[in-house]
């Protein structure tokens, strides 16, 4: 602690009343805790529990089957698709929301590779992906009679070549924070004629994603984490408006048909994004999520975006300050450019760390063998947040 | 309307108050109307509210990410799992729940397939099973290299043979009702060397399955159906405790990992009935389900099957009373060897009379193109709503 505590607190409290997004924290059910683990599970935005009840008394409980229609329930997969679709710059029409991040990566990848066509059996994958990522791609893999082949994110440019089917990328790696280089490594994809798959899980909600704009075929994301949809919350799944026609889902559930009543034995694809529903959608989860979107209203991915730098900068430079030399190894990129929305050090013994750090009320998490991962949620982090946990950091430390 | 109505309303009310499960009714949220459509979605338990604004407000909003751990979220389900299992005659260790029912099809049918071993490529599936279930054969036979053949449920064992992988079959078949016979199918399928499958979705919790008693293989269902577990709640996927080791899951999620937090690149699967999970489970949804099965607690299932059979006989009866010659005509067996627990009438213009009926307040659904489908729920419909909505069908069709 070479400076004394007081002058990062006083520009702490300045950053916050400069702050354009502060008033986004009181859509949140908060308390003095000091929550930097949005980038696994959001906190409860205060509309959700009326709501739920509402779901759950009189929708379910007074209406019962009737709302499936009059209360919007069948509908709700592209419906709160199309709300989600602003956050990660998709035009309406091209998301469906359901099941889990896994399920989705399934269907994604079996079909970019049904959609690559003959001759291109190679399926990449970032190498230091989410493990579901590297276990479902291996799936199928396996099932399309493909190739897997594990590749660093940036040499995925130098191992694409006229076999490659598909690629699988994060946008920012759930581990170190990197952000990766999507529209560089879609247009690389493009170019060798492949696929491109990206997982949006930390990124979309905390930064811009650019789905539309940068061309991206096929892509997945959670709405637990930055979008605060709830525990467990479902996932979702964008089709490129152009590449509808050709997505063949391995998972062609009676919601993806295009007469879903009709009870026909014969198989028939829904129009458009639809086809990427399966199941009947878990109705309690999905319309949580659905309430959880509204903090969003007003608010510009480009000033969440601002906001986050600011505070991993911020953050960064109080660690540098009050952490001892050596402490602490800082895996997540200083430049702007290729850094997502949480820091993640390295340290001696993380595991027992991260739990003392909670005991002290700064929640972070622990992802072994020794990383401490700290999301930054710019709709209700704020500067002194990011002070208090630095400080408590190098007190736990010491 | 041959009788005075008289006659059956005061039967009606004697068979009620005879009724050792009529004190169930008190654990649902119910109003007037005569819900006969509980075999499409439950009706509201009672607890279900209150545990959900707990779920909601203390376990999301206030212990956040804590509650994975402290209120039992990442064990849930498997937890719920063993809860649902002594409904369907399975011994603990053998159902997860989790993703719907499509998704789970999938899992099974592959994973039956992979079971069944080398030279065995035909997938039989039943040729009346509802629609998904077809669609999601034809999707598991394409992936696994296999030919998909839909069969009768009667024909299934003349159509066995040594190439035969595995067999899909309904308990209950969705639109007639019609009981199926699982501990005969599933003694042909073993003899053939095949490998049952088993749709649970018109059966658990309306009579006796038997899951482990007649060695079932592999089943699924839903749970918002007879287990009340509210719209869209996770199906559950049961693998028999002796084929466990061999199921080789196509969605090997992280949650199916033997060491979900090791963060391994390599996947190794869970032992037991964990192989089958896959993604983060919705816990909203999920733990509404575990509420729902509290009205569970000293239920008997052969309680509810003596009454479900009592009440779709009295509802003949009243229906044969009622309603003119020729009105309508019963697609359900009279056997109750061979009936679930819904009685499916076929009648002219069957869509616009399910609207009248629902209307005046009698609920059961429409099934195109000319099926009117009426599901009776033991724990929560008497014989006076029986009565009532057979007298209303006349009425209505007069």
């Known amino acids: 602690m070479s400076e004394p505590v007081s002058e990062l607190a006083v520009r702490a409290e300045k950053l916050d009343a400069a702050d354009e997004l502060r008033g986004s924290r009181d859509a949140f059910v908060l308390d003095d805790v000091t ?17 739920i009840e509402d779901v759950v008394r009189r929708q379910w409980g007074e ?20 709300r989600i679709a602003p956050l990660v710059g998709a035009a309406p029409g091209q998301i469906v929301v359901g099941d889990s991040t896994s399920v989705n990566v ?18 990449l994958v970032d190498a230091t992906t989410f493990p579901t990522d590297g276990y479902i791609a291996e799936s199928a893999a396996r099932m399309t009679g493909c190739t897997l082949r594990p590749v660093a994110p940036a040499d995925v440019p130098g ?33 060798a004629g492949a696929v491109a798959v990206w997982d949006l899980c930390h990124s979309a909600g905390a930064l811009p994603v650019g789905l539309d704009e940068h061309g991206v075929d096929l892509a997945v994301g ?69 309430a959880a979107l509204e903090v969003w209203d007003g608010v510009s991915v480009e000033a969440v ?21 050596g402490g602490v190894e800082c895996l997540t990129p200083v430049a ?16 027992a760390v991260m739990k003392r750090l909670i005991e002290r009320g700064v929640v972070g998490d622990f992802r072994a063998p020794d990383v401490l991962r700290f999301g930054f949620t710019p709709l209700y982090v704020g500067f002194a947040d990011v002070e208090r946990a630095a400080r408590v950091l190098a007190e736990t430390l010491a």
């Open 222 to 290: 959670c709405t637990y984490k930055y979008l605060n949809g709830g525990p467990g919350s479902p996932a979702y799944l964008y089709v490129r408006r152009d590449v509808q026609d050709r997505f063949d889902s391995p998972l062609p559930g009676w919601n993806s048909h295009a007469e879903p009543f009709g009870m026909r034995s014969e198989y028939e694809a829904a129009p458009g994004a639809l086809r990427g529903r399966v199941g009947t959608p878990d109705i309690l989860s999905m319309l949580a999520l659905e």
């Open 106 to 123: 399934f269907k994604a990848l079996v079909g970019a590779v049904r959609m690559a066509g003959e001759g291109r059996d190679e399926l």
């Open 305 to 325: 975006r601002a906001k986050s730098l600011a505070l991993t900068d911020f953050f960064l430079e109080c660690v540098e300050r009050y952490v001892p030399e």
């Open 35 to 51: 929550y930097l683990d949005g980038n696994s599970l959001g906190a409860l935005p205060a509309v959700v529990p009326g709501r």
């Open 159 to 191: 191992a694409l070549g006229d076999r490659t089917a598909a690629v699988l990328l994060n946008h920012v790696d759930y581990r170190t924070g990197r952000l990766h280089d999507l529209p560089a490594l879609t247009a690389a994809v493009h170019e």
């Open 63 to 82: 209406l019962r089957i009737r709302s499936w229609e009059e209360s919007g329930w069948w509908t709700a997969p592209e419906r709160i698709g199309d």
């Open 336 to 351: 702007h450019g290729e850094r997502g929305s949480q820091i993640a050090l390295r340290c001696h013994d993380a595991g």
